[in-house]
């Protein structure tokens, strides 16, 4: 088991975000240009070139946890026709996943979105909560300035 754990460890990405169901999220990821160029049949001559291509969606479903398999379900609708990928979140050419929106649900993979129209199809809109490491430093030094404060008024007591 260990060297198994020792070929994947350096594939691993390090920075995944955290992502749960009825996240809208955009991911970016980098597509070689010959693709990209016979979708747009302008021609073949950028051969070595990448470029960025961007799906932005609802998360239907996460599946594998943490592990290099970890994969994540995204849904959108183009000219009302729904499309589903699904990306490998540890694969190299994906640059990077943004989290947009995170929405209120109260089940583990979405997949009755694909069902559902209008009014049903909506979700609940929630805030980001993003959990930086100074907001915990912030909170101690507030916490320290009461304290001193409490200190001054007991001693001109």
Known sequence: MKKIETLIKPHLKKEVPDI???????????????????KSSAGGKEKDKEKIQVFEGIVLARKHGREIGAT???????????????????LPTIEKIEVLRRSKVRRAKLYYLRK???KRARLKKVELTKKP?????????????????????????
């Open 133 to 157: 490491f100074s907001t915990e430093k912030v909170k101690t030094e507030e916490e320290k300035e009461i304290k001193k404060e409490i200190k001054e008024k007991k001693e001109e007591k």
């Open 20 to 38: 749960q169901p009825g996240d809208t999220v955009k991911v970016f990821q980098k597509i070689p240009a010959r693709i990209a160029a016979k």
């Open 72 to 90: 994540i379900t995204v849904r959108k609708i183009i000219d009302g026709i729904g499309v589903e990928r699904i990306f490998p979140l540890h």
């Open 116 to 118: 559902a129209k209008g």
